[in-house]
C-alpha cells in the first residue's frame, strides 16, 4: 500500500486547499516535507492521523489524549478549522447559523458551506481488500463548524462500497488499512519514540504487549479463544439446570457490572488526573508570578532556580520509576535460601515436563512407525506364519524404544517462554540486582536532596503580602490549591474504588469457571460445548507455539537491526523477548551475557534500540504501509545518522516520508547520502499564517 496524494482543507494552519502528490520512482522511496518550527509538519502528521482515526488517535497519540482530557473531543473538533475560515464563519447572522443547523446547507449557502467544513484527505493505490477489486482507496474526513458533525467517506476506485457501508468507516480503517495498535509503528516521533526504550512499569508493559500481540497476528486467535469460552457460557445460560444457570446469570451480571464500575472508574481517574496536572502548573506559575512580583531576588537567579529544579523534578520522576521497577522484584531478593530452593524445583520441575514432552514426542514418532510398517507387511504376500513373527518382533522393537522420561514429582505447570522468565528474574537478582539498586538508592537520595534544598529556596523567599497585585495573585493561587486537595482527595476514593472493585472481580470470575463447570448442559449442547472445550485446548497450544515462534523470530531481528546500526561491533550478544499473555518486557545482554540497562545507554543510543525494535515489529507484522517520521535524525551523531540513512530508512518501508529540521536534524552531509533515495522534496511556507506546500528541487533544499 503507497499514499498517492494528501489534501488538507481548512484544516488548522492550513487554509484553503493544500495537496501533496507522491509519485512512484524506482529505488527512490523517501520524500522531504521540511519547514520552519510552527509552520506545520507536525499539524499535516496529525492530520493523517484524525484522517484515518478520529477521536480513537486518543489511543495512539499521548499529547492527543491528554488534550482530549483537558477540553474534550467536541471542542477540539471546533478548534481545528482553520482561523481565517472561522473568522468568515463567524461574521454569518444568527439566523441563517439556526437555519442552517435546523434544516442544512441551501444553494446561496455555498459559500459559507466552503469556510465552515474543513478535511482531510488520503488516497492509496495497491491496496489489497480481500475479495474486492481495489486500484485506488481514498478516504475523507471532514467535520462541519456551523452543523457541529464528522462524516467519513470512503471510495473505492471512486465510488462508495457496501462493504464500507455495512460494518461502517471506523471498522472498515482498523480492519482492511491500519490497525489503530499497530499504527505507532507507522507515524512517530523519533523524539518520542526513546519511550519505548523506557517500558517500565507494568501498564507500559502491557501496552506493548497489546501492540506486539495485535503486529504478529496473535490477537485474533486470542479473540477466537474468547468468542468460544463466551459460547460455552451462552450454552450454559441456556441450561435446564434451572438453579446453577440462575446463579450463573447472577454472577455474569455482577461481573458485567463490575467491568462497567472499573472501567468508569479508569475514566474517571484519568480525566482527574489530567485536570490535577492542569491545576498543577497553574499552581507553579502562580508562585512563579508571586516571587517574580514579590521577591528582591533576581529574574536571572529565580529562573536558574527553576530550572535546576524542573531538572532534577524530572530525574525524580525517571528515579522512581526505576525503583518501582526494582521493587517489583524485591520480595524476591528478600527470600534468600527459599529463592535458591524455589528455582531449584522450578529446574527440577521443567527438566520433568522437557523430558515428559520429549517421551511423547519419540514415542509418537515409533508408535507411527510400528503402525506404517505394519501396513507395509498386510499389503506384502507372505507367509501368515512369517507376517505374525514380524509383526511380533516389530511390537518388541517398540516395546524397546519406547519411554517415560525422566520419573519424579512435579509441582509446576510451565512453559519455556515462562521458564526463561523465571531463569531470568533469578540470575538478575543474583548478580547485578544488589549493585544496580544501591546505586540508584543513591542516586535517587542525592537527586532529592538537591530538589529539596532548591524547592525551599525558591519557597522561603520573602514576599511582601501587603502589595494589592500579591494579594489578587494570592487569592487566586489559594483557590487552586483548594481545588487541588479536593480532586487529590477525589482521585484517592476513586483508586481505593478500583481495587476493591478489581479484587471483586477476580473473585466472581474465578467463581464463574468453578460454577461452569457443574452447570448441566442440554442434550443438543453437549456436542457444541465439548467441541468448543476441545477447540480452545488446541488454541492454547497453538497460541504458546506461536508466541515461541513469533518470539524467537523477533529477538534474532531486534540483534540483528540493533548491531547494525550501533557503532560498537557485537554490541548485544543476545536479546531476549519476555512475554505472557498480559505483560511483555525485551531485555539486552552483551556478548558475556550480562544484562544491558537500558538506562544505562544513552539518548541516541535509545533512540537507535526503539528505532530496532520498530522496524523488527514492523518486518514481522508484513503489514506494508507508508511509515512517516518527525525528528528523522533528532539525538543521532553523524556515524548514526550515516547508519540510518543507508540501512533502515531504504527498507523499512515502500515509502518513507520524513519531517526534518534543516541544519539542525538534517545537515548538507546527511543530505547528500540521502540524496540517491530521495524521490521528491516539499517545503511548508507560511504567509500571514496560512500555511502551504511548495514542491522543490531536492538539489537546492538547503538553498
Known amino acids: 500500500m503507497i499514499v498517492k496524494n494528501i ?24 520524500f522531504l516535507i521540511t519547514g520552519e518550527n510552527g509552520f506545520g509538519k507536525t499539524t499535516f502528521l496529525h492530520s493523517l492521523l484524525w484522517c484515518l482515526f478520529g477521536k480513537f488517535i486518543s489511543e495512539i497519540d499521548e499529547e492527543t489524549r491528554k488534550e482530549f482530557m483537558n477540553i474534550g473531543y467536541p471542542k477540539v473538533q471546533k478548534s481545528s478549522l482553520n482561523i481565517h475560515a472561522r473568522e468568515k464563519v463567524d461574521e454569518t447572522d444568527a439566523d441563517t447559523v439556526t437555519r442552517i443547523r435546523k434544516s442544512g446547507y441551501e444553494v446561496s449557502d455555498k459559500l459559507i458551506k466552503d469556510n465552515a467544513q474543513y478535511h482531510v484527505s488520503i488516497e492509496f493505490s495497491d491496496v489489497m481488500i480481500p475479495s474486492v477489486p481495489c486500484n485506488s482507496l481514498k478516504i475523507t474526513r471532514s ?42 509503528f507507522f507515524f512517530f516521533d523519533s523524539e518520542r519514540i526513546v519511550s519505548l526504550a523506557e517500558t517500565k512499569t507494568k501498564a507500559e508493559r502491557q501496552k506493548l504487549n497489546s501492540a506486539y500481540n495485535e503486529v504478529l497476528g496473535v490477537k485474533k486467535y486470542e479473540d477466537l479463544k474468547n468468542n468460544l469460552e463466551n459460547l460455552r457460557l451462552r450454552l450454559r445460560r441456556k441450561s435446564s439446570d434451572i438453579d446453577g444457570r440462575n446463579k450463573l446469570e447472577a454472577l455474569l451480571k455482577k461481573k458485567e457490572s463490575l467491568q462497567r464500575s472499573l472501567e468508569k472508574g479508569n475514566e474517571n481517574s484519568q480525566e482527574l488526573s489530567a485536570n490535577l496536572d492542569n491545576l498543577r502548573r497553574q499552581n507553579e506559575e502562580y508562585q512563579v508570578r508571586l516571587m517574580r512580583e514579590g521577591s528582591k531576588m533576581t529574574i536571572d537567579e529565580l529562573k536558574k532556580l527553576e530550572t535546576l529544579r524542573d531538572v532534577t523534578k524530572t530525574k525524580d520522576i525517571e528515579y522512581k520509576k526505576s525503583i518501582k521497577t526494582f521493587l517489583e522484584y524485591a520480595p524476591f531478593a528478600m527470600t534468600g535460601k527459599l529463592l535458591n530452593q524455589a528455582k531449584a524445583q522450578v529446574e527440577n520441575d521443567y527438566k520433568i515436563l522437557k523430558s515428559k514432552k520429549n517421551a511423547e514426542n519419540q514415542n509418537e514418532i515409533v508408535g507411527n512407525l510400528t503402525k506404517d510398517f505394519a501396513l507395509m507387511l498386510s499389503n506384502v504376500e507372505i507367509p501368515l506364519e512369517t507376517r505374525n513373527m514380524l509383526v511380533e518382533q516389530l511390537d518388541g522393537i517398540r516395546e524397546r524404544y519406547m519411554t517415560e522420561g525422566i ?33 540508584l538508592a543513591d542516586d535517587y537520595k542525592k537527586n532529592k ?52 472493585t478489581n479484587a471483586e472481580y477476580i473473585k466472581i470470575s474465578k467463581e464463574i469457571a468453578t460454577l461452569s463447570k457443574r452447570v448441566s448442559l442440554n442434550d443438543k449442547d453437549v456436542k457444541k460445548d465439548e467441541l468448543a472445550g476441545q477447540l480452545i485446548s488446541e488454541l492454547n497450544v497453538f497460541l504458546a507455539s506461536l508466541r515461541e515462534q513469533k518470539k524467537d523470530s523477533l529477538e534474532r531481528r531486534i540483534k540483528g537491526i540493533l548491531n547494525s546500526l550501533m557503532h560498537k561491533e557485537d554490541f548485544v550478544g543476545s536479546v531476549e523477548v519476555v512475554s505472557t499473555e498480559d505483560d511483555m518486557d525485551i531485555r539486552l545482554f552483551n556478548i558475556a551475557g550480562v544484562e544491558i540497562s537500558k538506562d544505562s545507554l544513552s539518548k541516541g543510543e535509545q533512540q537507535l534500540y526503539a528505532t530496532a525494535l520498530l522496524k523488527a515489529l514492523v518486518d514481522e507484522s508484513g503489514v506494508q504501509f507508508p511509515v512517516f517520521i518527525d525528528s528523522p535524525l533528532q539525538k543521532f551523531d553523524k556515524s548514526h545518522a550515516n547508519k540510518i540513512i543507508q540501512e533502515f530508512y531504504p527498507h523499512i518501508s515502500k515509502q518513507v516520508i520524513l519531517f526534518p529540521l534543516l541544519y539542525k536534524e538534517i545537515t548538507p552531509v546527511e543530505l547528500d547520502a540521502m540524496k540517491p533515495l530521495v524521490n521528491a522534496a516539499y517545503f511548508i511556507k507560511n504567509d500571514n499564517g496560512r500555511s502551504y506546500f511548495e514542491h522543490t528541487d531536492v538539489e537546492r533544499l538547503m538553498k
Open 449 to 500: 536532596q538537591i530538589l529539596d534544598r532548591t524547592s525551599r529556596k525558591i519557597s522561603s523567599m520573602q514576599i511582601d503580602e501587603s502589595d494589592d497585585l500579591i494579594k489578587s495573585i494570592r487569592l487566586k493561587k489559594n483557590e487552586i490549591e483548594g481545588e487541588i486537595k479536593k480532586i487529590e482527595s477525589r482521585l484517592r476514593n476513586i483508586h481505593e474504588n478500583i481495587g476493591s
Open 407 to 439: 520419573s519424579g514429582e512435579q509441582l509446576l505447570e510451565m512453559d519455556k517462554s515462562q521458564y526463561n522468565e523465571i531463569m531470568s528474574i533469578y540470575n538478575n537478582i543474583i548478580s547485578t540486582y544488589k549493585m544496580e539498586f544501591e546505586r
Open 143 to 184: 467535520y462541519d463548524y456551523i452543523t457541529e458533525k464528522e462524516s467519513v467517506e470512503i471510495l473505492i476506485d471512486g465510488h462508495a462500497n457496501e462493504l464500507t457501508m455495512e460494518i461502517g468507516p471506523d471498522v472498515f480503517i482498523n480492519d482492511f488499512v491500519l490497525n489503530r495498535d499497530i499504527a505507532q
Open 7 to 30: 489534501t488538507l482543507y481548512n484544516y488548522r494552519l492550513y487554509y484553503g486547499e493544500n495537496t501533496i502528490r507522491f509519485k512512484e520512482k524506482d529505488g527512490k522511496n523517501i
